[in-house]
């Protein structure tokens, strides 16, 4: 059985607006064991940003995280325990961005930016030059020769995301957090990512945030927030082949509607079911709507 890499849990994530306290998102409660890849998957405002951020210690100032509590594993047995992992546990963590071409400096060539992730972990000048086109070549680039002395506006949005995963090679990483890494890729662009990120990291956690369906279907466990609510959680097989909540089903069957961007929502925590008003399946049962289990997969429905 293998190790849980990370454990995580928030009571909940308020927000300090004008003397009033709201809650944005509810308790969630998750791990990810060595290997393993969880994606928090919802429309925008779901709460899925917001919980990778608790992570990373990046929380916006007037947002606080209750009863936050994360242990971090990482290899070579060293154990970090607190709100800020992010900062103790160091290039343990690696965080790989939404767009890929928009995180590369656009007047920097590959080399610089390999260059200056490599000084910072240690490698002497020696050693940079060999080692940068290592990294492209382990990212997937046949010919890394080629690549290393473009800009980034000279790669597609799928090599952009291949230099970021070169970036993120420094050997030491147990955590993996990608921010809707797949943005802007076609169906094949996104299998070779997530194939190219359990090639690389085999041994680490991934924490996968998404709004598409077909990338958390490549995971082994899946969250589906819903205006800060866990909807549901559970293996990826059981939750996206026998989902057991509405929400869920509206998802997989893309029935919920504008383009997965939902403004985002303050909410009152004792509301009825966040998708009450859009549920074709609403009753007044919602109201009260309470927690559903079946071993490791439990929902949120009537
Ligand atoms: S609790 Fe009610 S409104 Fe919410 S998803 Fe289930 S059936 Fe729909």
């Keep these: 059985m293998p190790d849980s890499v990370l454990s995580y849990h928030s009571d909940k994530m308020t927000a300090s607006l004008k003397n009033t306290e709201k809650t944005l998102v509810g308790e969630i409660d998750f791990s990810i064991m060595q290997g393993e890849k969880l994606a928090l998957i919802g429309e925008t405002g779901s709460g899925k940003t917001l919980t990778a951020l608790s992570i990373m210690g990046l929380l916006p100032q007037n947002v606080e995280c209750k009863g936050l509590r994360i242990k971090l594993q990482c290899k070579g047995g060293r154990t970090h325990v607190g709100p800020d992992v992010f900062r103790t546990a160091g290039s343990a963590v690696v965080y790989i961005p939404q767009n890929g071409l ?15 992730t490599l000084r910072k972990n240690g490698y002497d000048k020696l050693a940079v030059a060999q080692k940068a086109l290592e990294m492209l070549k382990l990212a997937g680039f046949e010919s890394p020769e080629d690549i290393i002395d473009l800009y ?19 050997g030491r990483e147990s955590l993996i957090i990608a ?16 194939r190219l990120l359990d090639s690389r990291f085999p041994e680490a956690a991934k924490l996968v945030i998404t709004h598409d369906m077909a990338v958390a279907a490549l995971t082994d466990k899946v969250i589906v927030l819903k205006n800060g609510i866990v909807m549901e959680q559970g293996p990826s097989d059981l939750v996206l082949e026998r989902p057991g909540c509405q929400y869920t089903k509206a998802l997989m069957d893309a029935l919920v509607g504008n383009g997965m961007k939902e403004t985002p929502r303050l909410r009152d925590p004792d509301s009825c079911c966040p998708f009450y008003s859009r549920c074709s399946k609403a009753c007044s049962s919602c109201f009260s709507v309470s927690n559903r289990k079946d071993g490791e997969h439990v929902w949120r429905c009537i």
């Design 102 to 116: 928009e995180s590369l400096n656009p007047r920097r060539k590959v080399r610089a930016h390999l260059y200056d």
């Design 152 to 170: 980034p506006f000279q790669l597609s949005g799928g090599m952009a995301q291949r230099v970021t995963i070169a970036l993120a090679m420094t």
């Design 179 to 194: 921010d809707e890494p797949t943005n802007g890729l076609d169906q094949v662009g996104r299998d070779n990512f997530l």
